[in-house]
DNA sequence: GATCAATTTGCAACCGGTTGCAAAAATATC
DNA sequence: GATATTTTTGCAACCGGTTGCAAATTGATC
């Protein structure tokens, strides 16, 4: 059916090895020869099976891609970014989408099944358990966007979500807000854990500062937009700080409803700076997510584990910055 | 390393076909032998190589999924249903990024190499000549969200554009605009080419109508709203129908930026439905795709072609219908 | 041109599975 | 219990490559 190794061999008139040998780098054959073989293989429109030759290799250029983030638009940057930057280092992404799933065994036995020379999950909100158990399959991986850790099992690459809640508290503090909140993703996201307890730890030693917190049930606009609504029924805060651009774009849109206004009624920041932040309609004041270098960093890594497997763990963590638009007031 | 089929053979004390076929859907094993193999097999935590039993069935159950789409949102839902639909079939995406690409051999060669079982096209901004190349390479290949030909050459999915084209004539029409014009995608983009000749067509009968067009670079928010940003500074039409809702969100930014408002001083009206269309502070009457029962769709006509691979190629269109939110006038 | 070292080559075994075939075992028939 | 039939089993070859090793070739040196 398809052309072969041997299909080449014999219209070179050479041994297979010797085919074999002419499509692998550093690999010893003379120029003469070399040519014959290039030859034969261009007539025949020859290309080398990928996973034949991952058979006695061991490598097989597969790196699995998992997340369970499909509803939030700063995926699509995400997965723009990790599919480029694999192909560019010759390594082919699978897919392995995880929405729903809450235990790691399957999609561990599946890119076991198809021998993938690493994997990268790629979400905030799946637990550290996936890292783990990759780890324990011995495969090399990565947790992008995963939880800083003094003392990481795995490689770890994101950034310092209990900074970002610090930072969030002071630049609130700092436009003279004192009746603050938070509104989370869910309660289960480690992000949102760690930048709930940076907010806090800064505002709960401020005197004349309130602060109450909840948590929407996913990083997405209807569920920011269900949670503020609900939130603007009583009492709302002064101004709130979101656990993520795509829940500020839906509360923005409820304090819209409710007829109130943004900036003068209520103040919103966000986090992650994905495109739509500086969309004129939305023009959201967030906290800059640095997810190009989040990516690369991890593509790094994970080439990296696949000549060195068994590396001490590593954080690697990008400083955030405050992106300065229209949802916040100036200061007082 | 790994365990492989001869340790789990030893252990069982069988031979190796043995548990190859207790391993294989249909093959001849009896009650006891299976008993033995699979006791040994999950004592040692065995799979099954699913890519060198590729070697000899000739199925790798991955499909390639290209696109060149990685700006639009709507992608992100794509991905996602792509995503699921394949895995619930047992299927593999291997996700291929052709941003910037505009010869498919590199594409194929690639999936020739991890003998891919079939590929879907998922982009209506990819020229017929990627699906084209891949049938050439004897790929079941499916085009998802492709241009519409009675004749087709491969499998097509998608809509009808020209008639979405008529469609939004008629409606703006029927609200009364006089002065229309067409806010294309890329110029080259086979889905803006159709839905504008869908649009012309309505619009050239009618007395008294006057009709102007012009192509963002990109179906993404930023070409739109620059685009709309132009358009507006001289002379702008009545009513706008836009070849994407992404695009239409930028269009739409782009009025509120001059000071005018939508839909007091211009009508707007998308295609695609995508779920930000239906957020309260964008809130876009659009022409909705049914996108999702043409991913179902793709995947049900790439997973028949596993079996039958030279059938007759098959055109799939579905109706789209205008959603009604706030971006036109009512009728006057 | 002979001797020796370096390079290139092909053989054959292997990677981890599957499968046609014939032999062996189990079951059915009388 | 002998014979015929069906089912199960293992052998061995194969899928499309790679690679250690020894033999063959080439080139260097005198």
């Given at each position: 059916?398809?052309?072969?190794?041997?299909?080449?061999?014999?219209?070179?008139?050479?041994?297979?090895?010797?085919?074999?040998?002419?499509?692998?780098?550093?690999?010893?054959?003379?120029?003469?020869?070399?040519?014959?073989?290039?030859?034969?293989?261009?007539?025949?429109?020859?290309?080398?099976?990928?996973?034949?030759?991952?058979?006695?290799?061991?490598?097989?250029?597969?790196?699995?891609?998992?997340?369970?983030?499909?509803?939030?638009?700063?995926?699509?940057?995400?997965?723009?970014?990790?599919?480029?930057?694999?192909?560019?280092?010759?390594?082919?992404?699978?897919?392995?989408?995880?929405?729903?799933?809450?235990?790691?065994?399957?999609?561990?036995?599946?890119?076991?099944?198809?021998?993938?020379?690493?994997?990268?999950?790629?979400?905030?909100?799946?637990?550290?358990?996936?890292?783990?158990?990759?780890?324990?399959?011995?495969?090399?991986?990565?947790?992008?966007?995963?939880?800083?850790?003094?003392?990481?099992?795995?490689?770890?690459?994101?950034?310092?979500?209990?900074?970002?809640?610090?930072?969030?508290?002071?630049?609130?503090?700092?436009?003279?807000?004192?009746?603050?909140?938070?509104?989370?993703?869910?309660?289960?996201?480690?992000?949102?854990?760690?930048?709930?307890?940076?907010?806090?730890?800064?505002?709960?030693?401020?005197?004349d500062v309130t602060v109450t917190h909840s948590f929407?049930?996913?990083?997405?606009?209807?569920?920011?937009?269900?949670?503020?609504?609900?939130?603007?029924?009583?009492?709302?805060?002064?101004?709130?700080?979101?656990?993520?651009?795509?829940?500020?774009?839906?509360?923005?849109?409820?304090?819209?409803?409710?007829?109130?206004?943004?900036?003068?009624?209520?103040?919103?920041?966000?986090?992650?700076?994905?495109?739509?932040?500086?969309?004129?309609?939305?023009?959201?004041?967030?906290?800059?997510?640095?997810?190009?270098?989040?990516?690369?960093?991890?593509?790094?890594?994970?080439?990296?584990?696949?000549?060195?497997?068994?590396?001490?763990?590593?954080?690697?963590?990008?400083?955030?910055?405050?992106?300065?638009?229209?949802?916040?007031?100036?200061?007082?």
């Amino acid at each position: 059916m398809n052309v072969t190794l041997k299909d080449v061999a014999e219209r070179a008139g050479v041994s297979r090895s010797a085919v074999s040998r002419t499509f692998t780098e550093g690999a010893s054959v003379s120029e003469k020869t070399r040519r014959k073989v290039q030859k034969a293989a261009d007539e025949l429109g020859y290309r080398p099976n990928a996973l034949a030759s991952s058979l006695t290799t061991g490598r097989t250029k597969l790196i699995g891609l998992i997340s369970n983030n499909f509803h939030n638009p700063i995926f699509l940057e995400v997965f723009d970014l990790f599919t480029r930057g694999l192909q560019d280092r010759g390594l082919r992404p699978l897919l392995v989408n995880l929405s729903g799933e809450t235990e790691p065994e399957s999609s561990v036995q599946l890119l076991r099944q198809y021998s993938v020379d690493g994997v990268i999950v790629a979400s905030s909100t799946l637990s550290p358990d996936f890292a783990r158990a990759f780890r324990d399959a011995r495969m090399p991986v990565v947790h992008s966007f995963g939880r800083f850790s003094a003392s990481p099992e795995v490689h770890i690459v994101g950034i310092d979500n209990v900074e970002c809640g610090r930072m969030a508290a002071r630049t609130l503090l700092g436009r003279g807000y004192r009746k603050l909140a938070f509104l989370g993703g869910p309660e289960s996201a480690t992000s949102t854990q760690d930048r709930l307890s940076g907010y806090l730890e800064v505002l709960s030693s401020q005197p004349d500062v309130t602060v109450t917190h909840s948590f929407a049930s996913a990083y997405s606009f209807d569920a920011g937009r269900v949670e503020m609504t609900k939130l603007l029924m009583t009492d709302p805060a002064e101004a709130y700080f979101c656990g993520d651009d795509v829940l500020s774009i839906g509360a923005l849109s409820a304090v819209g409803s409710a007829g109130l206004s943004v900036p003068g009624d209520i103040g919103l920041i966000g986090l992650n700076d994905m495109e739509m932040a500086r969309w004129e309609n939305i023009n959201l004041t967030t906290i800059h997510q640095p997810i190009r270098q989040i990516i690369d960093s991890s593509i790094d890594l994970v080439v990296r584990m696949l000549d060195e497997p068994y590396g001490y763990p590593e954080t690697r963590l990008f400083p955030c910055r405050i992106i300065e638009r229209g949802t916040l007031r100036q200061a007082v």
